[in-house]
């Protein structure tokens, strides 16, 4: 039972990337997913947030107009478009799932219930 984050990756300043977050062991459709970031000396963040279904999605301020969130229950992968990166936006990113998507929305990774490993997102000029 596990997340696998992937895609990370150095990217230029205004380029942009594409996460992946691949469940294995569960159903990944019964749960909504966050991507959470964490930078050198920073608390861990949240970034965006999907429900379980997909018709509802949350993004922080800092990255609204720039991420956008969706995912193919299908194939049990959430996806994190990253457009226009900008340098703070370098950081470790995860994947999380919980039954609740209050619980993603609420931003407290501890209220997360499954959690991938991280992949490093680095953007530089």
């Known amino acids: 039972v596990q997340l696998q984050a992937s895609g990370g990756g150095l990217a230029q300043i205004g380029g942009s990337l594409r996460l992946a977050c691949a469940a294995s062991g569960f159903a990944l459709d019964e749960y909504a997913v966050g991507w959470f970031r964490q930078a050198p000396g920073k608390e861990r963040e949240v970034v965006s947030c999907i429900s379980g279904a997909g018709t509802d999605t949350y993004d922080a301020e800092s990255v609204q107009g720039r991420f956008i969130m969706s995912r193919d229950n299908a194939k049990g992968t959430a996806f994190l478009q990253m457009n226009s990166l900008k340098g703070e936006d370098t950081a470790v990113y995860f994947c999380?799932?919980?039954?609740?998507?209050?619980?993603?929305?609420?931003?407290?990774?501890?209220?997360?219930?499954?959690w991938g490993r991280g992949t490093l997102v680095t953007v530089s000029s």
């Open positions: 999380a799932a919980d039954p609740g998507f209050t619980m993603c929305l609420n931003g407290r990774p501890s209220t997360m219930t499954r």
